[in-house]
């Protein structure tokens, strides 16, 4: 599909680009709902300077701040992450890389995880490089978690620390080793519907394998944090158009969920979505594991129909 025909489709009604998104999600994906957990094993102190960010140590946020988890720790997260449901595990580190030692502690945790746990592995650690993401690979790594966060346009309005481009190259690099990749971003950012269709172009040429969706939280002490938010029908249109632009790949739904979209979550999976993360975020408490497990059998439900 040209750009043209999908900015044509920034017009439908929703209903119709709702019914569009549901028939891309079925005929090629079918009823698998991909289930993710994470934990925050590394948290605030971080240099650089994501508008949006909780944990960036230039804004006085009142986020946690402490050094990496055990391995101990971090194992028993996975264990709780497999009982509650989750398909895989995703390790985040705060800052834009890890000491030699800490990817060293991460890997001896993927590898503990992998071998006695048995639940597939992602980590979101930063920047990369060939022989660091080949080091995670060896450990069990299956996935790598890398946001592009917003279009190349916009980006800079919202980091200046490092280059729409550094984050691409961590992309492209996890690719060629073999791992898979999940990468998406951020909407309610101030960021025009075109914006976001420029980064759902971006992530189908990267050829990604999951895109999680967040919907911006305004954090209060972060230069966002009076950014107006983002309408339920809004977001629902966003995802909308990503699941027909992206046809067969995992659209998650992420942070934001719960205090944008309220009693629309469901509306979301009629819409393209077909995952979630469940279990909580980073800096952000999520609903109960029993309330999200409730609705996902509402969704099946929905799906049927």
């Known amino acids: 599909m040209e750009r043209r025909e999908i900015e044509k489709l920034i017009g439908l009604p929703l209903s119709e680009l709702v019914w569009l998104a549901n028939k891309v999600r079925r005929d090629y994906l079918g009823a698998k709902i991909d289930l ?3 934990m925050n094993a590394k948290s605030g102190a971080c240099n650089q300077d994501c508008k949006f960010c909780a944990q960036s140590s230039r804004y006085k946020t009142g986020a946690p701040v402490y050094p990496l988890k055990d391995i101990e720790e971090i194992v028993e997260r996975a264990r709780i992450a ?7 595990f995703d390790i985040v580190t705060s800052g834009d890389s890890l000491s030699d030692a800490e990817l060293k502690r991460v890997c001896a945790a993927i590898h503990e995880i992998t071998t006695k ?7 979101s650690l930063g920047s990369m490089d060939e022989k660091r993401l080949i080091a995670l690979k060896e450990a069990g790594l ?9 279009s190349p346009n916009f980006f800079p309005k919202i980091v200046t620390t490092h280059s729409f481009q550094d984050r691409i190259r961590t992309i492209k690099l996890a690719k060629k080793i073999g791992l ?22 971006i992530l189908k040429d990267l050829d990604v394998d999951s895109v999680p969706i967040n919907v911006l939280v305004a954090i209060k002490g972060t230069p966002l944090e009076r950014q107006n938010p983002l309408s339920s029908a809004e977001a629902i249109r966003t995802i909308a158009l990503f699941r027909i632009i992206l046809k067969d790949k995992i ?7 719960e205090s944008v979209l ?4 469901a509306m979301t999976f009629m819409a ?15 609903r109960e594991v029993c309330e999200d497990h409730k609705l996902i059998q509402e969704i099946k439900e929905l799906w049927r129909q």
């Open 117 to 123: 746990v048995g639940i597939r592995m992602c980590a």
């Open 262 to 265: 309220k009693d629309f979550q």
């Open 142 to 150: 299956t996935r790598y978690h890398h946001n592009i966060e917003t």
């Open 272 to 286: 393209g979505a077909n995952g979630m993360l469940i279990g909580g975020y980073l800096t952000i408490k999520g």
């Open 180 to 201: 898979e990749v999940c990468s998406g971003g951020i909407i309610g950012m101030g960021e025009t519907m075109r914006d976001r269709i420029d980064m759902a172009l």
């Open 82 to 88: 497999k009982e509650i449901g989750a398909d895989r």
């Open 36 to 38: 993710c957990s994470i």
């Open 251 to 257: 659209i998650k739904i992420a942070a934001g969920r």
